[in-house]
């Protein structure tokens, strides 16, 4: 086979790596059409299109990267527009790697890099409202005659999806949001140098369009109660995210400098602590951060604390950068950004510089022993292996528990093992009819396009519900 | 939008507003909290329901200023809105007939011990109050504490009003005098709240506290406001924020509330420089 493209992927623009550690604009620069051309030119439109199967949401791959081989950019849009509420975000933030592009027919071929599908479906979104907004907008506005009711409770992927997608379905939808702002974790958790927040307002702005409602500062449990939301709607999605953080629990968690990566993220997402003190929210500048965990949020933290002015920062990880679980872009970023690795290492003590405040933090070797359940090798420290960072920040990044803010006032609700609400993995079906459930409150802490994909096939279920349930008898 | 409906200078640098927060005052029960932003860059902070109207769909919050979000809100008027509020957040205060309840309160932190007054009151209490303040001023809140009492004692430091002297002082004259206490609350400045805690050891009363730890989103979201309790991490915004004052981290609480000094300090700085010589100097 006579194969006259690329074997890399097209390349694209990043800002360099000693420029970009120092402010929060968007690390990579994305594709120019022209480049975006050329790279759905390495696509062979292959007859069994695998990587339509390794997408959450089984976008019509090989159907949008035409479009734009043919530069028809409002073509590729609107396939995209039928599978996704949200191509910007997942574009820039979905673990593409292990889901489209690793089942590439191109990536197969020896010494051939898969189609670079995320970036072209980021090009395709960020087209669309540079040039199209308004239009798409009037487009889409439906009529007043609405099939029903139906409440999200969270604004982040998952409920944004299913918001979407039965507002397109003549539904009227209202999401609540505890918080003073909507996007979920795509707003308070991902940083603006991975997902710019204009790009999620665009987005959130895009399904507002749709006619969705989004009333912020609404704690369900607290401020409305579930009781009256099934009263008032049809039908309700919980989609409320993992989004407790949890501490390893060690000698000095609670010492002035220690954080979770949830409130050291907060601080500089939702409330821009990183502008402060033109926003007035402070974060706090630190010269040696050491990060506990390998995930996405370690990442995201560690490469904040570097953009906050930071000397060294270092990332703790009880396992190696075979098991890393964040994206390997992600992590190639990290290190380009001068942050530091160390493997097979667990903290273990936060040590009081006698006022309060860390002042280094006491770690463990680890090496690896007997897969455990998930059957990934499990770490066991190294007897008298402890060594010693000087730190005045520790950020940890070990992980989300549900959220119980919710849960904790609506007992009817069937809960699993870990504390995540029971659903059909298909429908989102609860033990409650009526009530739906989907993202990291079922699944613990997971992916966007997961939250998504959860979305979809709620909206789909919740349809039919509500048709069965008004169907004359 | 959350209009403020009226406004009232209660003391130096404290104020007493009401506003429209129709579906939280429908909610709210004593013992619980808001989270409010005043403007798009503005910061999240706690403030405690002192009241609620359900049928005029209203909340009362009762603040001292302190810093830059505070003094912002004291030039708020009549007819202006705060950009957010959200609640009614926390763990509401256990209420029920104890018999007789010791109840102390010093500074802002009346505002916050009167709902569970009231509350407490009304479930058939028994009701004495102990209020202390620097001085005669700063003792907020007096005929509304008093209405729901059946003794209320006032302290201060100065001798300008009541006893001279401080709360703890008084905790051991009611006990002394004979009263039977059944429970007790101490919610104030985090001094008073920890010397409570130590007065109510050897008094042997069972006593609650509210913690007003440093808070972000008030939902149990981000950690910050977390506290050690029993020696377990609790989090004060949804575990909270009262708790049983014996087995509070004193110490490290009172720490945790320092960690943003410098950038307080900043922040009202920059603040002062924009607007000007203010009415809280
Ligand atoms: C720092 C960080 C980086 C990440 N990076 C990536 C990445 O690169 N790629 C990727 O695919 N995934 C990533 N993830 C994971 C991904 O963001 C989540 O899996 C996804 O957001 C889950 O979506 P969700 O809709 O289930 O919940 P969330 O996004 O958590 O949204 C839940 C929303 O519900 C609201 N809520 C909670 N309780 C209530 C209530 N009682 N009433 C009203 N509202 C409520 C919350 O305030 C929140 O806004 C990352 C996560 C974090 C924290
Ligand atoms: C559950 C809860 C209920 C509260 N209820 C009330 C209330 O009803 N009325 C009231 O006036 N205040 C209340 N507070 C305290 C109030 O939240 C703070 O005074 C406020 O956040 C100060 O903000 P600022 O920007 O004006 O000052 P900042 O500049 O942020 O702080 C100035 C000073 O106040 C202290 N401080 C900051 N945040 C807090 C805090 N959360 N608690 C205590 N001290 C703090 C700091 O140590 C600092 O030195 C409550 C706090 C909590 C947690
Ligand atoms: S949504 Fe994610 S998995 Fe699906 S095509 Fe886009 S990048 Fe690939
Ligand atoms: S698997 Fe690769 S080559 Fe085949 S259709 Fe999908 S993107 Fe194109
Ligand atoms: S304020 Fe964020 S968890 Fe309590």
Known sequence: ???????????????????????FEEVCLGYTVEEGILEAGRCIDCKTKPCVA????????????KCIKNNDMPGAAAILDEYTNLPAVCGRVCPQETQCEELCTVGKIKGFEPVAIGKLERLVADWKYANTKKEVAKKSKKSDVKMGKVAVIGSGPAGLTVAGDLAKLGYEVKIYEALHAAGGVLTYGIPEFRLPMKIVEMEIGAMKDLGIDIECNVVVGKTITMQEIMQEFDACFIAVGAGTPLFQGITGTNLNGVYSASEYLTRINLMHGYKFPEYDTPVIKSKNVVVIGGGNVAMDAARCAKRLGAKNVTIVYRRTLKELPARIEEYHHAVEEDINFNWLTNPIEYVNDGKGQLCAVKCIKMELGEPDDSGRRRPVPIEGSEFTFDADCAIEAIGQASNKILLDTFPELKLNKWGNIEADPETGETSVPGIFAGGDIVTGAATVILAMGAGKGAAVAIDSYIKNRYKPK | MFTIVSKKNIAPQEFDIWVEAPRIAKHTKAGQFVVIRIDECGERIPLTIADNDEKKGLIRLIFQVIGNTTAKMSTLEVGDSILDISGPLGTPSEIKNYGTVL?????VGIAALYPIIKALKLAGNKVITILGGRTSDLVIMKEDCAEYSDELIITTDDGSEGMKGVVTGAMEMVVEKGEEIDHCWCIGPSIMMKYGAITAKKLNLPIFVSLNS?????????????????????????????????KVDWDEFMSRLTQYKKEEKASMKKYETEVGEQPWH
Do not use: H, W, Y
């Open chain 1, 1 to 23: 086979m006579a194969l006259d493209f690329s074997k890399e992927k097209t390349p694209i623009k990043e800002q360099e790596p000693k420029v970009r550690s120092k402010n």
């Open chain 1, 54 to 65: 390794g997408c959450p949401v089984a976008i019509d791959i090989p159907g949008f990267i």
């Open chain 2, 103 to 107: 109840m102390v309160g010093g500074g």
């Open chain 2, 214 to 246: 440093l808070m972000i989103d008030g939902t149990g979201m981000c950690g910050c406001c977390r506290v050690t309790v029993d020696n377990k991490i609790r989090f004060a915004c949804v575990d909270g924020p009262e708790f049983d004052g014996l």
